[in-house]
């Protein structure tokens, strides 16, 4: 049997311990044709749910408020609170 004089065991056979070599060539484009087709679907999914999870209750939640709001009763609320230095409070 022939010894390896460095570490004193058999020799090792090279085709049952080697690896196959990775494709590295086109793998940026391999990867890219992959991620980002999903990547583009997720972003319209994630806007599409902000949009009308978020936007469109709080435009319709400003939209009710301002239906019921008054402009001359708070104006003559802040008045007579003497908000404005312009104008005097109803009682003096």
Sequence with gaps: ???NRETDRPPVQNSTMSLAKPAMRGLLGKRLR???PIAFALSL???A???YGVT???KQAYADFYKQY???KEFNNMRDAG???SVRPTGE
């Design 83 to 85: 908000v404005f230095e």
């Design 70 to 72: 008054d402009t001359t």
């Design 1 to 3: 049997m022939n010894m």
């Design 56 to 58: 469109e209750p709080r």
């Design 45 to 47: 999914v994630a806007a």
């Design 49 to 51: 749910a902000f949009k």
């Design 34 to 36: 992959f991620h980002l």
